[in-house]
């Protein structure tokens, strides 16, 4: 009579309580290799059987595969368990606690100036004006000449000017050349167009002054435009951007490139007229400046005096932003300090 049932019993014994103990992937596989592997305690009894009484065999046989069976089912079983056991020990490490406080995101956002300049510019779409884009090197002709402000006339001291390396190109200290250059590229042709863009004049930097700041221009050219229709698009202007049934008034000037030229004032945004700092006790906020194109610069960009007319403003972003915010250092706006910029 064989040993070997006995010898079987003790062994599944031996392994059942290894699988049990094993207490990861790795233990578990030195179990599996110990007992069940192709060296394993398990094949060895297999390889015994072969030795038997042929008698024997076939019962003895029954018993070991049904060993063999019943340990593959339980190692699978464990592993089975092992591995969910380690999934969940990673979800509890991996767990959100959805009560902590939110790490805030930074959100950038557009600079004032952007802001204020599509907020212009979307008015005058509105209003059936084309945006218009120039160019910030300009030659002299175009940003003096042309306008009307021949070279040493007194009006220059108005625009302190960096030039260029290159004899007669300059940076633009206004956006006004590029009234010439739109009249010279759609004539004969109606024009109303804004012209957006940066400007530069070569000047001491103070609360008051920057070497370089927007400008937004406009230009209306056509065979009948008059002063009125400047006058009521204008104040059509104001109302949509400082708010409707805003007081205006228009006050005689003087610029070259207009006649009859004025500058168009605003009711006090802040104190309503009454008198404070912001308006410096007039009551009033001067806006732009404006007027009707000179002959000459109407001549200059090809359309007939006689036949054509035009009016023309020119106003400042950054200074309308500053009115409208209470701002009282231009030099903020390109600081990029970000405790200014965030304010807005
Ligand atoms: N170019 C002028 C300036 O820089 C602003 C201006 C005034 C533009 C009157 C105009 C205008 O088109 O008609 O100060």
Avoid at 31 to 55: F, I
Avoid at 291 to 313: E, I, K, T
Wanted: glycine share 8%; proline share 5%; with cysteine.
């Amino acid at each position: 009579m064989t040993d070997i049932p006995r010898e079987l019993t003790s062994l599944e014994a031996a392994a059942q309580a290894a699988l049990e103990a094993a207490a990861d992937a790795t233990a578990l596989e030195q179990v599996r290799v110990r007992y069940l592997g192709r060296k394993g305690s398990l094949a060895a009894v297999l390889r015994s059987v072969a030795d038997l009484d042929p008698a024997e065999r076939p019962a003895v046989g029954k018993l070991a595969n049904e060993a063999k069976q019943r340990l593959e089912t339980a190692l699978a079983l464990r592993r089975e368990a092992l591995e969910a056991a380690a999934r969940a020990a990673a979800l509890a490490a991996e767990r959100a606690d959805v009560t902590l406080p939110g790490r805030p995101i930074p959100m950038g956002r557009l600079h004032p100036s952007t802001q204020i300049l599509r907020r212009i510019c979307q008015i005058w779409a509105d209003m059936g004006f084309q945006i218009y884009r120039s160019r910030d090197v300009e030659t002299e002709a175009m940003n003096f000449e042309l306008l009307n402000i021949p070279a040493h006339h007194p009006a220059r001291d108005m625009w302190d000017t960096f030039y260029t390396t290159v004899d007669g190109v300059l940076l633009r200290t206004h956006t006004s050349p590029g009234q010439i250059r739109a009249m010279r590229e759609y004539c004969p042709e109606p024009i109303r167009v804004i012209l957006p863009g940066m400007c530069y004049r070569y000047e001491q930097i103070t609360a008051r002054s920057e070497i370089q700041f927007h400008q937004v221009e406009g230009l209306a050219v056509g065979r009948h435009v008059t002063m009125t229709e400047l006058k009521g698009t204008l104040v059509s202007f104001a109302h949509r951007m400082f708010g409707a049934g805003r007081r205006v008034r228009f006050r005689a000037s003087h610029f070259p490139f207009t006649e009859p030229s004025a500058e168009m004032d605003v009711k006090c945004i802040l104190c309503g007229g009454t008198g404070c700092f912001l308006c410096k006790q007039t009551g009033w906020l001067e806006i732009l400046g404006c007027g009707m194109v000179h002959p000459a610069v109407l001549q200059n960009g090809g359309y007939d005096p006689a036949v054509f007319s035009g009016f023309a403003f020119g106003m400042g972003p950054e200074r309308i932003t500053m009115l409208r915010h209470g701002i009282e250092d231009i030099r903020y706006f390109w600081a990029n300090d970000l405790r200014f910029l965030e304010q807005f």
